[in-house]
């Protein structure tokens, strides 16, 4: 078995020399073995935290969920913008993915033009990795149900539910409360400016924000706060699992509700009808808003899908121009609605409103003839007839007499020539001039002066003299007030939080009985059976009655006084038509003003009839004017006289006679 | 010839049943419960399943435990024998590789004969083992520790690495010639040849890693140096592992819930990374009991290499312990980033049958070394004969 030739020496130096190296060996594999074990107690023991950390931004992503958009309720609660469910395709671009190929997929199961293709493989391709981009939105019921059966297969597809804006009156608050539209990259260029770090939200594909109006000013309020949807993903980002747990809830935006009354601004857009114009409505003691509406206007639902170009070259070319917030921005001259405010100057001025003027229909003045609208004049007239009569000689006189400045300042207090804060942007405070404003805006020191030649014109409220209609129907709620220098209110409340009244404010600084000389005007042209709008102003509410000033303001010089109206005119060049009006007359509770654009008529004949069915739908709403319309009639005294006569109050009038329980009318949708 | 009980009797020791007595079954324990852990990771790295990893896993182990048993009864004299012709045959494969062998991901490693597909490099780290033994079985200490003789043996190694670094498969490459480096070492070589052989290795690693390597296996090395400088490219596999072990902590986040691996954020979760799942899972508590039974098979094996009497039986166990304790460290180091990602699994732990069977042959001859500790290994006629 072994041969001899074995040298023992030689074998025990050999397994000595192994055994040593052994031991070497089994040394080294220790210390290794050690050192794995001290990097196991750093990685785990030491650093453990920070890798459970790692693990779980690898295990886990947040979602954003965005919230629900607060609501826009009018003053009663009724919705005027809110959310409707909207069912979105969305495809994020993930690794090594065929853009092209799932676009060509998606087209089979959803109409894609090949415009929109090129448009969208763009899109995908330029958004960063796993930012999803939102390919159609607005599918159907049956579009959704085929994507969502097939996404598992498509990478990168999803379909989901999110919610869209949605305004149930289409256009009728469209300026007011405007509308919302998709971010874009000013949106986050301007957040990015103005130093805070732009919203995730802003991000979030199909996201939008607000544009205009009510939606663009309480922006940040009505967008709430985003949540997060807790998700479990495995390294190719495909959701795992969901953990309802880890989620974070999304706050809703706040409710914001305003003073308007959705009733009155339908009933204002219906009797609008083509019209181009505004009407605004005040409560004349709180100085809540209940309509302000401007025609023609805008299908606010369009503006959030996104218009097309020839849409908007549409709407933005019409010579009506539905885009422009008349009620707020479009300012002109008041014509003959600024009459009261210069007789609240007359006599504050010391003017004594029983010296009477005499109107021939023209004054001769400077080296040019003052038409008065009326050709034959009116003849002698005291303010209250010039009121009545809107006669134009006597108020060229009286603002002669009185100067610019006074006027001017009695214009402010009225509240011309100033923005109100009443929540929105996009007011234009229009122009009251005098001698100040002379200095200021001309260069040339022969023009800095006032020409006595600018009186007359201001006196009737043309010349340099512009507002607008909320800067009327404020003017007009201050003088039936009487007593308050009423601010208007648009923003009831935000999330249930009352924002200030409009009463909240100091005095007006005139006298009882000069506003009353000025007031018993205004009663007199509608309730005078020789007033200017007498026809036009009758309620038929019984003893509820309406008190007005109208005012025709020329675009342009005329030859002739008789071209103004004529239907021959091009629309353009048409004169405007204004009423002012409040009510009821003993008690006034609401005040307004009509504005029609190129009415061509006279500002009774255009205006008036409107603002007298807008005055009654605020009236019939009104509790306590039903009431006291509704209220049986009273006991009359037993009187023979009376008895005989048949106990009828109220005026007697042409128009319809008073109902007893006049309908209310019905809510447009 | 020894002196012990009754098995002192002539022949007594080559009956079966008493080679079989004289395994080490607490070392064959030891590694079933290695693969038994592998296994069980593999179940729940599959989400609770016992496809498409842990039933081959288990069959497998079961057949080559089997073969391990079978080769522990084979007579040393006959390893002896065959380590030559093991090696030459292992030789000629993996010349057959280069010529003929089929290509997968980038690296010619697989040899098909008939339905036997499989990678001869896995041959020849048992054939190294076996040649490089019987090669110093008949080389005197004073020719082992520095002599004109040791280019015999630095042939044996290069020969088979050159070939295998040019499939490429650096990692099988480095551990053929670590093994043999190790035999050599065992074997007695002079420390001052030791010291030049480190200067002219760590001299000769630069160029090697700036022109010979591929583009991948020197990104593999950068990124390594600097694992966070490519967080979702190559240091992808790297931190992965880490944020894995680490996440894992004191006593894991328990079976099946370890996300890292479950979400797939872990490469390669069931082969080499299969340490990294284990760690999830079982904390620093499941991966010290690990390194601790890998500890214990090394430090067995290198026991049952030093009582035996035979110089051949002695270097073939150890260069069998020295592959498998490279394997365990450079798999380990690996994982828990401090080395470069080179594809060393770690053995019987994770998925993988060329591997297990390499490691189970290798024990088979640990255990036959074990068997036959007391039989003569003649010193044949000359070194190479």
Redesign the interface.
């Known amino acids: 078995m072994s041969e001899p030739t074995i040298f023992f020496s030689e074998v025990n130096e050999k397994q000595g020399a192994f055994t040593r190296r052994a031991f070497l060996m089994g040394g080294l594999t220790g210390a290794g073995l050690l050192a794995l074990t001290g990097r196991l107690i750093h990685l785990q023991l030491v650093e453990a935290q920070r890798y459970e950390k790692l693990a779980q931004s690898n295990q886990f992503n947040f979602r954003l969920v965005p919230p629900p958009r607060g609501l826009i309720l009018d003053r009663n609660g009724v919705t005027l913008a809110s959310n409707r469910p909207n069912f979105r395709l969305l495809v994020s671009r993930e690794a090594n993915m065929d853009v092209e190929q799932t676009v060509a997929d998606l087209a089979t199961l959803v109409a894609i033009d090949d415009k929109k293709r090129e448009r969208l493989i763009r899109d995908i391709k330029r958004a960063p990795k796993k930012a999803p981009v939102q390919v159609m939105e607005d599918m159907s019921w049956e579009e959704f149900s085929r994507i969502n059966v097939r996404a598992p297969e498509l990478a990168g597809v999803t379909a989901d539910m999110g919610e869209v804006r949605v305004y149930p009156y289409g256009g009728a608050f469209a300026h007011v409360i405007g509308y919302v539209a998709r971010v874009n990259d000013k949106d986050i260029e301007a957040a990015r400016k103005a130093g805070i770090s732009p919203d995730p939200l802003l991000y979030n594909p199909g996201f939008r924000i607000g544009r205009q109006g009510v939606e663009k000013a309480l922006d940040v309020e009505l967008r709430g706060k985003a949540g997060a949807q807790k998700q479990e993903v495995d390294s190719q980002g495909r959701v795992v699992r969901q953990d309802p747990g880890g989620d974070i809830p999304a706050t809703p935006g706040k409710e914001v509700r305003l003073t308007l009354d959705a009733d009155i601004q339908n009933r204002a857009l219906e009797v609008m009808g083509e019209e181009s114009g505004a009407i605004v409505l005040m409560d004349c003691r709180t100085g809540d808003l209940l309509c302000m509406a401007s025609t023609p206007s805008f299908d606010a639902n369009r503006f959030v899908k996104g218009l097309s170009g020839p849409e908007y070259r549409a709407l933005a070319g019409y010579e009506r121009k539905p885009l422009l917030d008349k009620a707020l921005y479009g300012t002109y001259a008041p014509g003959s609605t600024f009459k009261p405010t210069v007789a609240l100057a007359a006599l504050e001025a010391g003017v004594d409103p029983d010296t009477r003027v005499v109107c021939t229909g023209g004054w001769f003045f400077g080296n040019r003839t003052f038409h008065c609208w009326k050709p034959g004049g009116h003849g002698s007239q005291s303010m209250h007839e010039a009121i009545k009569n809107s006669c134009d000689v006597y108020f060229y006189q009286t603002a002669l007499k009185i100067g610019p400045d006074i006027i001017a300042r009695t214009a402010r207090s009225m509240g011309f020539g100033q923005v109100f804060d009443i929540g929105i942007p996009g007011q234009k405070k229009g122009l009251v001039p005098d001698r100040a404003w002379k200095k200021r805006a001309f260069k040339d020191p022969r023009n800095q002066v006032w020409f006595p030649g600018e009186s007359p014109s201001y006196g009737i409220g043309q010349g340099a003299l512009t507002v607008n209609a909320l800067q009327l129907a404020v003017m007009t709620s201050r003088l039936a007030n009487g007593r308050k220098a009423l601010n208007p209110r648009l923003i009831k409340s935000v999330g249930g939080i009352d924002r200030p009244h409009g009463d909240a404010v100091p005095d007006l600084p005139f006298s009882q009985e000069f506003l009353d000389i000025v007031r018993g005007g205004m009663i007199a042209v509608a309730n005078d059976p020789t007033g200017g709008a007498y026809r036009q102003s009758q309620l038929g509410l019984g003893d509820i009655l309406m008190a007005g000033k109208t005012g025709t303001a020329q675009v342009r010089s005329y030859d002739k006084a008789a071209s103004r109206k004529s239907a021959s005119v091009r629309w353009g060049l048409k004169d405007h038509n204004l009423y002012i009006a409040f009510a009821p007359i003993d008690a006034p509770r609401y005040a307004m003003s009509v504005l029609i654009e190129h009415g061509g008529l006279a500002g009774a004949t255009a205006a008036a009839p409107r603002a007298r069915e807008v005055m009654r739908v605020a009236l019939l709403k009104d509790p306590e004017i039903r009431a006291r319309i509704e209220k049986p009639l009273p006991m009359p005294e037993l009187d023979e006289a009376s008895l005989a006569e048949g106990a009828a109050p109220g005026p007697a009038v042409d128009g319809p006679p008073p109902p007893a329980a006049p309908p209310t009318p019905e809510p447009r949708p | 010839m020894t002196l012990s009980g009754g098995l002192t009797r002539p022949g007594e020791r080559d009956r079966l049943i008493v080679k079989f007595t004289e395994i080490d079954w607490t070392f064959c324990l030891i590694l079933c419960l290695i693969a038994g852990a592998g296994g069980m990771m593999m179940f729940s790295a599959a989400e609770s399943s016992w496809m498409p990893w842990a039933a081959p896993h288990f069959i497998r182990f079961g057949v080559f435990f089997v073969m391990m048993i079978v080769l522990a009864m084979v007579d040393l004299r006959v390893w002896f024998a065959a380590a030559y012709p093991i090696y030459a045959v292992a030789l000629l494969l993996l010349v057959g590789v280069e010529l003929v062998g089929d290509a997968a991901k980038g690296a010619q490693r697989w040899l098909e004969l008939g339905p036997v597909r499989f990678q001869p490099s896995e041959v020849m780290k048992v054939g190294i083992v076996l040649a490089l033994a019987r090669f110093y079985h008949g080389l005197?200490?004073d020719n082992?520790?520095m002599s004109w003789w040791l280019l015999a043996p630095l042939l044996l190694i290069g020969a088979p690495t050159l070939l295998v670094a040019h499939q490429p498969d650096l990692g099988t490459a480095i551990l053929i010639a670590a093994t043999g480096l190790?035999i050599m070492?065992?074997?007695?070589l002079s420390w001052r040849l030791i010291g030049a052989g480190v200067v002219l290795g760590v001299g000769a690693a630069i160029p090697f890693v700036m022109f010979v390597l591929h583009d991948y296996q020197r990104q593999r090395i950068l990124t390594f140096l600097d694992p966070e400088s490519d967080p979702k490219g190559t240091g992808y596999h790297i931190l992965?592992s880490?944020?894995?072990?680490?996440?894992?902590?004191?006593l894991g986040k328990g079976y099946g819930l370890g996300?890292?691996s479950q979400?797939?954020?872990l490469p390669e979760k069931h082969t080499d990374f299969m340490f990294a799942t284990l760690?999830?899972e079982f904390?620093?508590a499941g991966?010290?009991s690990i390194?601790f039974l890998?500890?214990a098979i090394?430090?067995m094996a290198?026991r049952t290499?030093?009582v035996s009497h035979s110089?051949f039986g002695?270097?073939s166990a150890?260069g069998v312990?020295?592959t498998f304790?490279l394997y365990?460290?450079i798999n380990?180091?690996m994982v828990?980033?401090?080395a470069p990602v080179v594809g060393v699994p770690m053995p019987l732990l994770s998925y993988g049958g060329t591997v297990m069977l390499t490691v189970m042959i290798g024990f088979g001859l640990v255990q036959s070394v074990r068997v036959h500790r007391y039989s003569?290994v003649?010193?044949g006629r000359g070194a190479l004969m």
């Open positions: 005197s200490a082992a520790r190790a070492m065992l074997a007695g992965q880490k944020i894995a072990l680490g996440a894992g902590g004191l996300s890292q979400l797939d954020f760690a999830e904390g620093f991966c010290f390194l890998y500890g090394i430090f290198l290499a030093s110089h002695r270097l150890a312990t020295a304790a365990v460290l380990g180091a828990m980033g401090l003569e003649t010193s």
